[in-house]
Protein backbone atom coordinates (compact mmCIF):
# COMPACT_ATOMS: atom_id res chain seq x y z
CA UNK A 1 0.00 0.00 0.00
CA UNK A 2 1.39 3.40 -0.80
CA UNK A 3 1.95 6.27 1.94
CA UNK A 4 -0.79 8.65 1.99
CA UNK A 5 -1.07 11.54 4.00
CA UNK A 6 -3.26 11.40 7.08
CA UNK A 7 -5.74 14.27 5.04
CA UNK A 8 -6.06 11.55 2.32
CA UNK A 9 -6.77 8.73 4.40
CA UNK A 10 -9.24 11.28 6.35
CA UNK A 11 -11.22 12.63 3.51
CA UNK A 12 -11.67 9.03 2.52
CA UNK A 13 -13.06 8.06 5.74
CA UNK A 14 -15.51 10.46 5.78
CA UNK A 15 -16.75 10.40 2.34
CA UNK A 16 -17.68 6.70 3.40
CA UNK A 17 -20.46 5.09 5.60
CA UNK A 18 -19.38 4.60 9.50
CA UNK A 19 -18.58 1.16 8.62
CA UNK A 20 -16.35 1.73 5.81
CA UNK A 21 -14.87 4.94 7.52
CA UNK A 22 -13.53 2.29 10.40
CA UNK A 23 -11.96 0.18 7.67
CA UNK A 24 -9.99 2.57 6.19
CA UNK A 25 -8.93 4.19 9.59
CA UNK A 26 -8.08 1.10 10.56
CA UNK A 27 -6.04 -0.10 7.73
CA UNK A 28 -4.49 3.24 7.88
CA UNK A 29 -3.53 2.50 11.71
CA UNK A 30 -2.30 -0.77 10.28
CA UNK A 31 -0.01 0.29 7.86
CA UNK A 32 1.25 3.76 8.67
CA UNK A 33 1.00 3.60 12.59
CA UNK A 34 -0.76 5.04 15.07
CA UNK A 35 -1.08 8.73 14.64
CA UNK A 36 -2.97 11.08 16.57
CA UNK A 37 -5.36 12.37 14.09
CA UNK A 38 -5.86 9.14 12.51
CA UNK A 39 -7.01 7.77 16.32
CA UNK A 40 -8.97 10.90 16.77
CA UNK A 41 -10.68 10.28 13.72
CA UNK A 42 -11.66 6.63 14.88
CA UNK A 43 -12.59 7.74 18.06
CA UNK A 44 -15.21 10.15 16.23
CA UNK A 45 -16.61 7.56 14.51
CA UNK A 46 -17.96 5.89 17.37
CA UNK A 47 -21.35 6.35 18.86
CA UNK A 48 -21.29 4.71 21.76
CA UNK A 49 -19.64 6.90 24.47
CA UNK A 50 -17.63 3.56 26.09
CA UNK A 51 -16.53 2.64 22.76
CA UNK A 52 -14.82 6.49 22.52
CA UNK A 53 -13.32 5.93 25.63
CA UNK A 54 -12.04 2.36 24.85
CA UNK A 55 -10.41 3.53 20.96
CA UNK A 56 -8.41 6.95 23.13
CA UNK A 57 -7.35 4.39 25.99
CA UNK A 58 -6.18 2.20 23.52
CA UNK A 59 -4.48 4.83 21.40
CA UNK A 60 -2.48 6.26 24.59
CA UNK A 61 -1.10 3.44 25.14
CA UNK A 62 0.89 3.65 22.19
CA UNK A 63 1.27 7.77 22.23
CA UNK A 64 0.93 8.09 25.57
CA UNK A 65 2.47 11.94 25.46
CA UNK A 66 0.06 13.55 23.23
CA UNK A 67 -1.66 16.21 24.51
CA UNK A 68 -4.53 16.32 22.24
CA UNK A 69 -5.74 12.34 22.97
CA UNK A 70 -5.13 13.37 26.36
CA UNK A 71 -7.21 16.36 26.23
CA UNK A 72 -9.96 14.10 24.18
CA UNK A 73 -10.21 11.65 26.67
CA UNK A 74 -10.67 14.33 29.75
CA UNK A 75 -13.33 16.08 27.77
CA UNK A 76 -15.01 12.41 27.31
CA UNK A 77 -14.38 11.81 31.40
CA UNK A 78 -15.91 15.62 32.12
CA UNK A 79 -19.56 14.58 30.38
CA UNK A 80 -19.70 11.77 33.15
CA UNK A 81 -18.12 13.70 35.78
CA UNK A 82 -15.25 16.32 36.80
CA UNK A 83 -13.94 14.22 40.09
CA UNK A 84 -13.19 12.12 37.63
CA UNK A 85 -11.59 14.02 35.36
CA UNK A 86 -9.56 15.02 38.27
CA UNK A 87 -8.41 12.06 38.85
CA UNK A 88 -7.20 11.29 35.09
CA UNK A 89 -5.18 15.05 35.00
CA UNK A 90 -2.99 13.99 38.59
CA UNK A 91 -1.00 11.72 36.78
CA UNK A 92 -1.29 12.62 32.84
CA UNK A 93 0.45 15.99 34.74
CA UNK A 94 3.30 13.83 35.51
CA UNK A 95 3.79 12.31 32.20
CA UNK A 96 3.46 16.11 30.32
CA UNK A 97 5.09 18.38 33.16
CA UNK A 98 5.13 21.10 30.79
CA UNK A 99 1.37 21.28 29.18
CA UNK A 100 -0.47 24.51 30.22
CA UNK A 101 -3.47 23.12 28.61
CA UNK A 102 -3.34 20.07 30.67
CA UNK A 103 -2.83 22.33 33.79
CA UNK A 104 -5.63 24.69 32.98
CA UNK A 105 -7.93 22.38 32.62
CA UNK A 106 -7.33 20.55 35.75
CA UNK A 107 -7.12 23.97 37.36
CA UNK A 108 -11.06 24.68 36.09
CA UNK A 109 -12.20 21.24 36.86
CA UNK A 110 -11.05 21.88 40.88
CA UNK A 111 -12.47 23.87 43.46
CA UNK A 112 -12.01 27.43 43.71
CA UNK A 113 -8.80 26.50 46.94
CA UNK A 114 -7.54 23.37 45.37
CA UNK A 115 -7.77 25.57 41.67
CA UNK A 116 -5.37 28.29 43.26
CA UNK A 117 -2.93 25.68 44.21
CA UNK A 118 -2.54 24.12 40.87
CA UNK A 119 -2.36 27.67 39.30
CA UNK A 120 0.03 28.30 42.17
CA UNK A 121 2.28 25.37 41.27
CA UNK A 122 2.18 25.42 37.16
CA UNK A 123 3.16 28.99 37.62
CA UNK A 124 6.36 27.72 39.73
CA UNK A 125 7.02 24.90 36.58
CA UNK A 126 6.11 27.15 34.08
CA UNK A 127 6.72 30.92 34.94
CA UNK A 128 6.84 32.21 31.41
CA UNK A 129 3.34 31.32 30.69
CA UNK A 130 0.91 34.11 30.11
CA UNK A 131 -1.88 32.04 30.09
CA UNK A 132 -1.41 30.17 33.09
CA UNK A 133 -0.67 34.07 34.88
CA UNK A 134 -4.12 35.54 32.85
CA UNK A 135 -6.11 32.51 34.30
CA UNK A 136 -5.03 33.07 37.58
CA UNK A 137 -6.17 36.43 37.66
CA UNK A 138 -9.27 35.58 36.13
CA UNK A 139 -9.73 33.00 38.64
CA UNK A 140 -9.30 35.47 41.79
CA UNK A 141 -11.93 37.93 40.42
Do not use: Y
Amino acid sequence: MCDLPDAVRLEAARLHNNGGAKAILANAAQHVGQTTNICLAAADFEHDIKAKKRALRKTLEHIPDSVRLRKDTIDLKKKSSAADSCILLAPVLETIPLSVELRLALAWLETHERAKAVLSEARGALPTSHELWTDTAHLLE
